[in-house]
């Protein structure tokens, strides 16, 4: 990997829920023109590109993860015309778009499985993957669907199943069909000839099953979100990460290499560093999600195992990513921060934005917006309702952008009905009111990006830790070819000396950031004192 300016690699990724971010025209759901309406801000916040959760026509039993038509925009976001004006406008302000492929299933509305479920013949049966029952009525194998229960549904019109590793209304296309497989690869070409920077490919290493629909073993239980599934008892070994799936990224990739400097990031489905870690490189995807700090708790040597590991894992091809929250968790503000205290999150985005690897932040993040509460008669994500009241489902951490202290917090009119309620913390946490102070999550987030942008050893600079987090610090060195910047980062609420290893004794350091302090701390000997929950970032003088 050479050392030029790749905005994907030395940039801020932004993940735009749309249907939250900002509605320009009152229907209590967020649209293309609120977000063009918010340009302006995303480019003063410091990031280099967004990535749109799917805004293609959806029925929404998935809200957009089940497509019916890949080659358009939903109208309640807008139209071609102002998706081509919003990849304009964020290009003239130097803003990158991503956007999320959904190939894995398309929605039971898409005109493809419309005929393929009408009869055993229809050109379009192959499209997905349909079996018969055994004799006794049951399932053709024991796979299972992620979102619970069976995989296959029966479609009483021919009396065959077909597999849905989501919701039924999700049902899974077969990418062993030539027809498939090509006309997914030209939805590539379709979004980059408009503009398009790169793509988020949901559930990618999903697209392949065994031919043979093996049953898969049971085997040990695996942490998940809820550990109550049967589908975190199963052994994914046929469901999922089939060798076909290398070939297809290859090919994917030769598509993005042709449109110049294109990105792509794999959503890995199942799995953590180590299987993210097979499926990028040169001539596979350019990046593929590592989830672990979304189940990180707050302990500064968990983050310190997570970091080394995804570190030692990589090849040099490959660039890490870092993500504190995206649409299916949730929020690190709910999961770390006490009360509406900021302190801990002003420590995790100094943790987020000065280590090596692209971060990923979630709307919202930025301001510290905490999930909403869900009563059972809200819930809009059918997941939640089925696991109800052991798993709420995913819309705590999709609410409405809090903008401003305003009726809907900014983001719909006033006496407008949103789509989910606003957090009822708005009049005091939104981005007008933390604009206004100096000291807010939203200003500390703006010091670290532009500290990022000035220093090019927090981008691409070697990751040297300096302590293993196991007494409350974590604190590192990025060493690039021409500085060195150190990160020390206090975990803990209350005081905290970090004594410096017996090697870097000798150094000089001068101050560059904190949140806790305005100028540099005198540093006696190896030692450097940190207030508590203080992340403090220093150069070092040559
Ligand atoms: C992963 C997405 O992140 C999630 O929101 C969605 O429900 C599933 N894939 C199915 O598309």
Redesign the pocket.
């Known amino acids: 990997m050479d050392n030029n300016h790749l905005w994907w690699r030395d940039g801020i990724i932004y993940q735009i829920y749309p249907r939250s971010f900002a509605d320009s025209n009152g229907d209590g759901i967020g649209d293309l023109e609120g977000i063009i309406s918010r340009l302006d801000y995303l480019k003063d916040l410091g990031i280099d590109a967004i990535w749109l959760s799917p805004i293609y026509p959806s029925p929404d039993v ?1 809200f957009g ?1 089940d497509v019916s038509n890949y080659l358009d925009i939903d109208p309640k976001f807008g139209n071609l015309e102002t998706f081509d004006r919003l990849v304009k406008l964020a290009h003239e302000r130097g803003i990158r778009i991503i956007l999320d492929l ?1 190939l ?2 398309t929605s039971d509305q898409h005109p493809w499985f419309i005929e393929s479920r009408k009869s055993r013949d229809n050109p379009f049966r192959d499209y997905y993957l349909w079996r018969d029952p055994k004799p006794n009525g049951d399932p053709p194998n024991n796979w299972l669907s992620c979102f619970g229960g069976s995989g296959w549904e029966l479609d009483p019109t021919t009396g065959q199943m077909y597999f849905h590793m ?1 919701y039924k209304e ?1 049902p899974d296309v077969n990418w062993r069909n030539p027809a498939v497989r090509q006309y997914m690869l030209d939805v590539f070409k379709f979004w980059l000839d408009r503009g398009v920077d790169g793509f988020r490919l ?2 990618f290493n999903a697209y392949y099953k065994s031919p043979n629909f093996e049953d898969n073993p049971m085997g040990p239980i695996r942490p998940s979100l809820m550990g109550l599934r049967a589908f975190d008892r199963m052994k994914h070994i046929y469901d999922i990460d089939q060798p076909e799936m290398i070939p297809l990224l290859q090919d994917i990739r030769k598509i993005l290499n042709s449109y110049g400097e294109t990105y792509s990031v794999g ?1 890995t489905f199942i799995g953590g560093a180590d299987k993210a870690a097979l499926y990028c490189g040169d001539d596979r995807l350019h990046a593929t999600f590592n989830f672990e700090f979304l189940h990180c708790p707050w302990w500064a040597h968990a983050f310190y195992q997570s970091i080394t590991r995804w570190e030692g894992i990589l090849s040099d091809e490959a660039w890490p990513n870092y993500v504190l929250n ?3 968790n949730p929020r690190s503000a709910t999961r770390y921060a006490r009360g509406e205290e900021d302190d801990r999150l002003k420590v995790a985005a100094a943790l987020l934005l000065t280590l090596r690897g692209t971060p990923f932040m979630y709307y919202g993040e930025e301001i510290g917006m905490r999930d909403i509460p869900i009563s059972r008669d809200q819930i809009k994500d059918p997941w939640g309702r089925r696991y109800w009241p052991f798993f709420k489902g ?1 819309d705590g951490c999709r609410s409405p952008m809090q903008w401003n202290a305003m009726p809907n917090a900014g983001f719909s009119p006033e006496g407008v009905e949103t789509w989910l309620p606003v957090h009822s913390n708005y009049p005091v946490r939104n981005v007008m009111t933390q604009e206004a102070d100096p000291e807010s999550l939203l200003n500390w987030y703006k010091r670290l990006i532009a500290a990022r942008k000035a220093h090019p050893s927090l981008r691409t600079g070697a990751f040297i830790p300096l302590t293993d987090g196991k007494r409350f610090i974590l604190a590192y060195l990025r060493q690039g070819k021409d500085e060195t910047t150190m990160v020390v980062l206090n975990f803990s609420s209350r005081r905290q000396p970090l004594t410096l290893p017996g090697d870097q004794t000798g150094r000089k350091w001068e101050y560059l950031l904190s949140n806790k302090r305005s100028s540099m701390i005198p540093v006696e000997g190896r030692v450097i004192p940190l207030e508590p929950n203080e992340a403090l970032i220093l150069r070092e003088v040559v």
């Open positions: 998935d993860y959904v894995n299933h989501f999700q949901d559930v959503e995206n649409h299916d995913r």
